[in-house]
């Protein structure tokens, strides 16, 4: 009997509400009628959409409950540092007796998947893993044919200041889809194609959506920019681009079941200015009484408390009272307690140390590792002192307490640790948008385990989940902090990802809401195989 086969397409960053006004309007007529034809689910990836992990959530078929992974952000109470992590777990397909391609799919470390093909780390949003190829000569004959990616410089862009740089960077990142449908097709029906399952990834929607959201979005504070209708003509390219990937694929599957699905949805950002800058300054300024971060004058006169950084210009670069900017550099944990052990040592110790510590570099656990560049990451030389802080992160507020018997420099006796939270949320609770008066808090979540010593490096004592847009911080006792330049416009705010189904006999139509975790089950059950043992989820079937 002939395997059964499955296409799966992975729509990084697609808003379905934004995608189903483009199928309305015949912007995108593969995917409606793909849609047409497809048990259709929206997807609801609850609190671990915080986690901004979604992509390792699929890879690993595992929640952040079952993988013991809360953030992407590690953080080491005895260090005192914190680091960004990359894939760490196995693709869950490993183990199954199916031929396994991948394109671009983050998270997947071909070298924990000895019998899992195909390219990754190409031009991915979020990789998780360096550039790689299964088989090795594979990488070399892929770059020849297709070359580097072509739009690196735009995948985290965030052009929106500028209405040149904002069509710039639709026209190279519709460009790059064009250029993936190409080879996505070369891998599935030329180089690789004796597949089961073939799972192609397209990120350049997210990183899309990140920087232009204020050009489709009528309540973004900053639809009003010059940039906002070149914003929107470049979304809107940029989503015909990914219609052509999916008619591509979909033509080229031939009798294979099709998965085409984001895990959660996005919409306008409400952490880059409140996670990275206010939050660590609130929390500085609560722990020593003054301030560090001094904004120009020219951000406190912006109109309407929305300073905009023109050009190519950082928030590093426009204050100067934070402490230096520490380097983006690679590390491992025992690497870094090497260093600090080093530095309190004499110089001919160092130096036998330091060979030592490379040593240690590279005989790690395989886990990519890097310093995430974040204002978040420069009050880290105060954290000792402090009796709560702010790790950095990608998405929501992360406050992690200096828990005496924790962290090495532990403030906060276990005895007050319940008191110390809600301390911590009034402070929060008493904050102001200054911009539309509102509180700038939504709520703030607690982790799962009561136990506060046994958090992980990866887990937060508390989340806070933003309200709306923020600039600034107003403070009745701690004054106003800010206003800061908005950078991306866009985040992973939208309430629900979605999955269509194709497969024969499959009844097309509407199935209402399912957990985004139940991806996992229900491609292994198209492939007729057994979900993994440990997969977070049930079949959509």
């Not at 609850?46 to 409950?65: D, M």
């Not at 031939?254 to 409400?270: E, L, W, Y």
């Not at 590792?369 to 507020?397: C, E, K, N, V």
């Not at 403070?475 to 800061?484: A, D, E, K, T």
Request: charged letters at 25%; a neutral charge.
């Amino acid at each position: 009997m002939a395997r059964r086969r499955a296409l799966v397409i992975g729509l990084d960053g697609l808003e379905i509400t934004l995608a189903e006004r483009l199928m309305a309007a015949n912007e995108m007529p593969a995917l409606a009628q793909l849609r047409r034809r497809s048990a259709c689910f929206r997807l609801d990836h609850g609190p671990a959409q915080r986690t901004g992990l979604a992509w390792e959530h699929v890879a690993s078929g595992l929640s952040p409950e079952a993988g013991g992974r809360w953030a992407a952000v590690e953080f080491d109470p005895n260090l005192y540092d914190a680091w960004q992590e990359g894939a760490r777990f196995i693709p869950w397909w490993e183990d199954l007796d199916r031929r396994v391609v991948v394109f671009d799919a983050p998270y997947v470390d071909l070298r924990r998947a000895p019998k899992t093909r195909g390219v990754v780390g190409w031009g991915a949003h979020d990789p998780g893993v360096s550039t790689d190829a299964s088989p090795s000569e594979l990488l070399p004959e892929f770059e020849r044919r297709f070359g580097a990616y072509p739009a690196a410089k735009w995948t985290y862009g965030m052009p929106f200041p500028s209405a040149t740089r904002t069509q710039e960077m639709g026209e190279a990142l519709g460009h790059a889809l064009d250029v993936r449908t190409q080879a996505a097709r070369w891998l599935a029906t030329e180089r690789l194609r004796d597949w089961d399952l073939f799972i192609a990834v397209a990120g350049e929607v997210h990183g899309a959506i990140e920087g232009l959201w204020h050009g489709v979005d009528e309540s973004h504070p900053l639809h009003s920019h010059a940039s906002a209708p070149a914003a929107n003509e470049a979304l809107v390219e940029i989503h015909r681009a990914l219609d052509r990937m999916v008619g591509e694929l979909v033509s080229a599957a031939g009798d294979a079941a099709i998965v085409a699905f984001t895990m959660g949805g996005m919409g306008p950002n409400s952490s880059d200015v409140q996670s990275m800058v206010l939050l660590p300054e609130l929390l500085y300024r609560q722990a020593f009484g003054k301030p560090l971060l001094e904004v120009p004058p020219e951000w406190t006169a912006a109109p309407d408390g929305l300073p905009v950084l023109e050009g190519e210009k950082r928030w590093s670069l426009a204050s100067r009272a934070w402490v230096p900017e520490p380097p983006q550099e690679t590390t491992s944990p025992l690497s870094a307690q090497l260093r600090s052990i080093a530095s309190h040592l004499p110089g001919p110790v160092k130096t036998a140390l330091k060979g030592v510590r490379s040593a240690f570099d590279a005989a790690d656990d395989g886990v990519r590792r890097t310093r995430p560049g974040q204002p978040a990451l420069r009050y880290r030389h105060h954290w000792p002192r402090m009796p709560a802080f702010a790790l950095p992160s990608f998405y929501d507020g992360r406050i992690r307490i200096n828990l005496r018997g924790r962290e090495r420099n532990g403030m906060v006796d276990p005895a007050r640790y319940e008191e110390t939270c809600r301390e911590l949320e009034k402070l929060l609770g008493e904050c102001r948008n200054p911009r539309t008066g509102e509180p700038v808090v939504s709520f703030v979540e607690r982790p799962s385990t009561r136990d506060p010593s046994a958090l992980t490096g990866s887990e937060a004592d508390l989340v806070v989940i933003w309200r709306g847009i923020a600039a600034a911080f107003e403070h009745p006792r701690l004054g106003l902090i800010g206003p800061v330049p908005l950078r991306r416009t866009g985040g992973h705010t939208g309430p629900h990802g979605m999955a269509y189904l194709s497969e024969a006999g499959l009844q097309p139509g509407d199935r209402g809401v399912r957990s985004s975790f139940d991806v996992v089950p229900t491609v292994a059950r198209l492939l007729e195989a057994e979900p993994p043992a440990r997969s977070s989820g049930k079949s959509l079937l």
